[in-house]
């Protein structure tokens, strides 16, 4: 098995937000590595920026613009807070997530026909983004570690808990020095974002999520578990979804035993209505 780390530098070229298809250059990359097999890691540290995979066409893209430009409109307004527009894109940025991981097969990327990797950049001025892609390629056995730690989650919701300290603790600690850790927490109630986190962000964030999946709605999950068990009705429908937005699970590259965060924090947001104890998988795969 092979690790490779490259780091790669998009100029964005316009004063506005702006989504930049960045397949070419990645998909360059993975052909010269002349690799049968693997996984590519593509993973942004910036908190204005934000990775994910769509139909790069004219139309999804102003499609995609808008529909964030509301999202980001719906958050609530935090008084005193140094910049709003500035924790809008705090906002997008925790939505969207910062990596994307694609297998590699043959030598190329498996992407399907229509998609393409995209770097969304939220900033209103021209600037250089860096993006990390970590190869872990096929050849000798890799090497993989499973850690966990638990914590526990109160009433409070949604509740943010900060894994950085946690996370980087066992990856400093493990004999792995290159290739990638995956966080992961088995409960379909919980999201996990590489986000840049402050009281400001926390508020607007929730006030993103109301207006995704807002308390007071009409939710089948709270009839249907009535139903199925005989013991009253969950009431965490809304928990449901936001769970699947964000996902319980992000992917980081490992460079030297250390995580390339920037600004960022690695955090666990629990959705549940309830108190509950979490586990949390870390997983670190390489060399």
């Avoid at 993989?144 to 300290?165: A, L």
């Avoid at 850790?181 to 919980?190: K, L, Q």
């Avoid at 402050?198 to 709605?217: M, V």
């Avoid at 964000?246 to 460079?255: K, L, Q, R």
Wanted: net charge positive.
């Amino acid at each position: 098995m092979k690790v490779k780390t490259i780091k790669l530098h998009f100029k964005k070229r316009t004063k506005r937000a702006g989504i930049m298809d960045i397949t070419r250059p990645i998909e360059h990359l993975v052909i010269s590595s002349k690799a049968d097999s693997g996984v590519a890691l593509v993973y942004t540290n910036l908190p204005n920026a934000a990775m994910t995979i769509i139909e790069y066409e004219k139309g999804v893209v102003s499609d995609m613009l808008k529909s964030l430009s509301t999202i980001a409109s719906k958050a609530v307004k935090v008084k005193g807070a140094a910049s709003q527009k500035a924790k809008n894109i705090d906002i997008l940025h925790a939505m969207l997530g910062s990596s994307v991981t694609i297998p590699v097969r043959e030598g190329r990327l498996v992407l399907g026909k229509w998609q393409s990797i995209v770097l969304m950049d939220f900033n209103k001025w021209i600037n250089t983004d860096m993006v990390v892609l970590q190869l872990i390629l096929d050849g000798e056995p890799l090497t993989i570690e499973t850690h966990e730690f638990t914590f526990d989650k109160p009433v409070e919701e949604p509740y943010f808990f900060d894994m950085t300290r946690r996370v980087k603790d066992i990856i400093s600690k493990s004999k792995i020095g290159d290739g990638i850790a995956n966080i992961f927490i088995g409960s379909t109630t919980v999201g996990i974002r590489i986000m840049r986190y402050d009281i400001d962000t926390k508020a607007r964030l929730a006030g993103a999520l109301e207006a995704l999946a807002p308390s007071g709605a009409d939710y089948m999950h709270h009839k249907l578990t009535s139903d199925m068990y005989g013991i009253g009705s969950d009431t965490n429908g809304k928990s449901h979804i936001r769970s699947a937005i964000f996902g319980p699970y992000a992917t980081v590259p490992v460079i030297g035993r250390k995580i390339p965060l920037g600004e960022n924090s690695i955090m666990a947001i629990d959705f549940d209505v309830i108190k509950r104890k979490r586990r949390v998988i870390v997983q670190i795969i390489g060399e």
